[in-house]
């Protein structure tokens, strides 16, 4: 019983230490634990993000744009030392958005069997359009001057003599709507001859694709 009471008189005469001890305890493990739960909820968060960032990998991985060149004309006579000007017709035959970045064109005389010369190469040029953003199955009219100008030879051999064909190539540089980080540049080429008829109408003929089109000037990314 006496030791009990001497206890007693021990607790008593310490509570208040007691009390501090007690409470720093407690308030230790309710900040352990709360360390805990916030570690839990930004690992939670990390797997989120790193889940959504899969879904729309896997998406955009599956649903691209595809930029096809639709058809190609001349928007303006052909005149010696000046630019060609073309109309270019692009459709978006994928199932996302694209985005046009940057385009290409120019031209070269070549024979009349229609052999393309290899190293043929182009400088990025003007997109003369406000809106870039081809939406799925939407089909837009891009207006491009050529890199160089019609030289006046050039002009008499295909207009003049038609001993020569006037061969017309770019591309189209095009991405997806996606975040910045996982964009994928694609690009889109063509190369087209350009066949007058024998009464042209005023004065342009129609571009056409070779009957087995070059895999150099003519593909699809």
């Known amino acids: ?15 208040t230490v007691l009390a ?32 959504l960032k899969l879904t729309r990998d896997g998406f ?10 639709r058809h190609l ?10 630019p060609l000007v073309a109309s270019l017709v692009l459709a978006n035959v994928g199932d996302a ?16 069997d229609g052999v ?22 939407e089909t837009a009219t891009f207006r491009l001057e050529s890199h160089s100008d019609f030289h006046p030879t050039h002009f008499e051999n295909v207009v003049t003599k038609k001993d020569k064909r006037l061969c017309c190539f770019g591309f189209v540089q095009y991405f997806d709507e996606g975040p910045t980080e996982t964009r994928k540049i694609r ?16 004065g342009n003929g129609r571009f056409f694709r070779l009957d087995k089109p070059d895999e150099d000037y003519e593909y699809e990314d």
Not at 30 to 36: E, G, L, P, Q
Not at 60 to 69: D, E, L, M
Request: aromatic residues 10%.
């Open 187 to 202: 690009r889109t080429e063509f190369c087209r001859i350009l066949r007058f008829p024998a009464e042209p109408i005023e």
């Open 116 to 137: 393309l010369p290899g190293g043929l190469n182009v400088q990025p040029a003007t997109v003369w359009r406000e809106n870039n953003r081809l939406g799925l199955g």
């Open 73 to 82: 004309w001349l928007s303006e006579p052909v005149a010696g030392g000046k």
């Open 97 to 112: 958005i694209a985005i046009i970045d940057t385009m290409g064109f120019d031209y070269n005389v070549i024979s009349l």
């Open 60 to 69: 955009n991985a599956t649903h691209r744009p595809k930029i096809r060149v």
């Open 1 to 15: 019983m006496s030791c009990f009471l001497a206890a007693w008189t021990w607790i008593t005469e310490h509570a």
């Open 20 to 51: 501090m001890v007690v409470s720093a305890l407690a308030a230790f493990w309710i900040a352990f634990y709360t360390v805990k739960l916030t570690s839990a909820t930004i690992e939670q968060a990390v797997l989120t993000r790193d889940a």
